[in-house]
Nanobody
Framework: QVQFVESGGGLVQPGGSLRLSCAAS????????MGWYRQAPGQQRELVAA???????NYADSVKGRFTISGDNAKNTVYLQMNSLKPEDTAVYYC????????WGQGTQVTVSS
C-alpha cells in the first residue's frame, strides 16, 4: 500500500499561482503513473492532470495551458504547478496513482477568491 501526503494549498486571488506537492511512501512507487485529482463541494472527484508511461502528460480541458504536472522519482514526490488560477479551481486536491488504486490522502485545500 502507498500513502500520500499532499501539501501546498491555500487561499489565492484569481490569476495567482500555487505549487502543490505530493509525497508518497510505502510500497514500490513510481511517478510515471501518477495523477492529481480534485473534488469541489457537491461534485465528484475528477482527474486534473496525469503523468503516464514516462514523461507523457495529459490534462483536463479546464486546466490545459495553466497547470503543469511533474515529478521527482528520487524524492517520491509529484508536483502540480497551477498558474492563472480561477475561482472554479477551488477544490480539495489529491494525488494518487493513475488510475487511482490506493487509499486517498487528506488532500490539500485550494481556494481561489478575491
Amino acid at each position: 500500500q502507498v500513502q500520500f501526503v499532499e501539501s501546498g494549498g491555500g487561499l489565492v486571488q484569481p490569476g495567482g499561482s500555487l505549487r502543490l506537492s505530493c509525497a508518497a511512501s510505502g510500497s514500490i512507487f513510481s511517478i510515471y503513473f501518477m495523477g492529481w485529482y480534485r473534488q469541489a463541494p457537491g461534485q465528484q472527484r475528477e482527474l486534473v492532470a496525469a503523468i503516464t508511461g514516462g514523461r507523457s502528460t495529459n490534462y483536463a480541458d479546464s486546466v490545459k495551458g495553466r497547470f503543469t504536472i511533474s515529478g521527482d522519482n528520487a524524492k517520491n514526490t509529484v508536483y502540480l504547478q497551477m498558474n492563472s488560477l480561477k475561482p472554479e479551481d477551488t477544490a480539495v486536491y489529491y494525488c494518487n496513482t493513475y488510475p487511482p488504486r490506493h487509499v486517498w490522502g487528506q488532500g490539500t485545500q485550494v481556494t481561489v477568491s478575491s
